[in-house]
């Protein structure tokens, strides 16, 4: 499928990937890039590349395909160090959970160079090392490809191909309507389970007395508050515009049920807690993104 | 341990304790009091009961123990309804989630006549048939007692009896209390939940493929908004005050949590969310209250 796929970050995804390509056979070579040196003996062990390096120039230059697995706020850093290294009319993706900033960074970037194709393979845990990585996480689940109105069509065409050659559907939105979905779905939650939980800790003298009284329901609706604090905050943060409008209307929603609460009509509050419940049930929620 | 047992109510909880005071002989006499014609078959096909009968005022003649197990706004008047009939100094308990505003009403109607001991068994579903009764719904689960001043100390000996023969661990906590730890822990999440999906609802025209984008992390935290409205309206305005305390806190802290974001410190967010995280996981959250 590719001459040489260089994978920038060789944590859980991108060790996943590396390990799903060299299994495959989807690269002549695999390149993993790695920030420490140590690194580079845990690529090679977990057989997720053909090489490892800490020179990441060296290792874009003759790639036909690279990818981003880095933390977000590392992306554009790393971006301007390689964009006078990497290949011409190579292609460039990455798998982070926000898109916009993401992508409209990379372009500007990289400009005309190279072709860049935004993607979010929804697989993975809030756990980052490559000690857990596995290919099997991509399997059956979605990955959403965000082009843009810049984004080369054989270029989504052949990064479809990678995520579909291991083991994932691909589903294609813009990069705005991405982030909006995922604010909703993922972020919106999130954000939710860690205030319910301060709540908790706010309204009590012994919280840990209080959760003593907790059952399934709640262990099921804050499991995502034991998420990671860097992460979320990355996320936050990459879609800040988008998610502070998305929990600005859960805000907005919460004072409407407090005013219908106030008032104790058996029949409204009823009709909301339907309306909730039907929408619910009517989700078959078929993806299996864990973060 | 009983002489004779009356059940008033034999859907699921109702039923569940029936089948186990006539497995365990808890009672020389199980009585099961329901308010359909075809009700006492299914009683009676379900060995919940050596009796049922519609009768309610005859069936708690002759009772020691009188169990309602009735939604919570029919408990006030069914107890009106039996207060004459009631056999003196006989033990008059419950099994609804809410207890302050039951507890008082019971004190209120039986007055010196009969002993009211509040309880509330955290086993069960929002499904409350009959059908599915069945007495393991107990086993390894918490049922909270909440004496007040008032509360006869044999009697409240007496009712935990019962609950640790059918399997369960006793708490005892006032009702005040129960209703505000619920009320963090239970009633709080259902809220969080209903209005998680209403503002996807409202944000979104085709909010079915929004929730495409969901994975397990938002299944699990709208589990919850799946759960009867019909209870959950009685539970909210059973528990009003203090659940209205509660949700507006939730909010408080909410809008706490916008402004924090809104000047978006890495630093500042990071805290808001380990903190969370370092609650949620410090808490074993032992007991396993299905409602």
Redesign the interface.
């Known amino acids: 499928m590719f001459d040489q796929i260089t994978i920038i970050g060789m944590g859980l995804l991108g060790g996943s990937i590396g390990i799903g390509c060299m299994q495959k056979g989807l690269a002549r070579k695999v390149i993993g890039a790695v920030r420490r040196e140590s690194a580079i003996d845990e690529v090679m062990a977990k057989t997720a590349a053909h090489e490892a390096t800490l020179d990441i120039c060296e290792a874009v230059r003759t790639a036909d395909l690279v990818i981003f697995a880095v933390p977000i706020p590392a992306i554009a850093p790393l971006a301007k160090t390689i964009a006078a290294a990497i290949a011409a009319n190579s292609i460039v993706t990455d798998v982070a959970s926000v898109k916009s900033c993401v992508v409209n960074r990379m372009e500007a970037i990289f400009g005309k160079r190279c072709r860049v194709v935004g993607a979010h393979p929804?697989a993975g845990s809030e756990k980052r090392s490559i000690a857990i990585a596995d290919p099997a996480i991509f399997l059956n689940n979605?990955c959403?490809i965000t082009p843009t109105e810049k984004t080369d069509k054989e270029a989504i065409n052949r990064v479809s191909g990678l995520w579909e050659a291991l083991g994932m559907s691909v589903?294609y939105v813009s990069p705005e309507q991405?982030d909006?979905?995922?604010a909703?779905?993922?972020h919106?939650?999130?954000?939710?389970?860690?205030?319910?939980?301060?709540?908790?800790?706010?309204?009590?003298h012994n919280?840990?007395?209080?959760?003593?009284?907790?059952?399934?329901?709640?262990?099921?609706?804050?499991?995502?508050?034991?998420?990671?604090?860097?992460l979320?905050?990355e996320i936050?943060?990459a879609n800040?515009e988008t998610?502070?409008g998305?929990?600005?209307?859960?805000?907005q929603?919460?004072?409407s049920?407090?005013k219908t609460?106030?008032k104790?009509k058996?029949d409204e509050?009823?009709?909301?807690?339907?309306?909730?419940?039907a929408?619910?049930?009517?989700?078959n929620?078929?993806?299996?993104?864990?973060?």
Chains 1, 2 share one sequence.
């Open positions: 929804m979605v959403i589903k991405h909006q979905c995922v909703l779905v993922s919106l939650p999130h954000v939710a389970a860690f205030t319910l939980i301060n709540t908790i800790k706010r309204s009590s919280p840990h007395q209080v959760i003593d009284f907790a059952g399934p329901g709640f262990r099921d609706a804050t499991r995502i508050a034991a998420s990671s604090p860097e979320w905050t936050c943060l800040k998610l502070l998305v929990v600005k209307a859960y805000q929603e919460l004072k049920f407090i609460f106030e104790g058996t509050l009823c009709r909301i807690f339907a309306e909730a419940k929408l619910k049930e009517a989700s929620e078929p993806s299996k993104d864990k973060v």
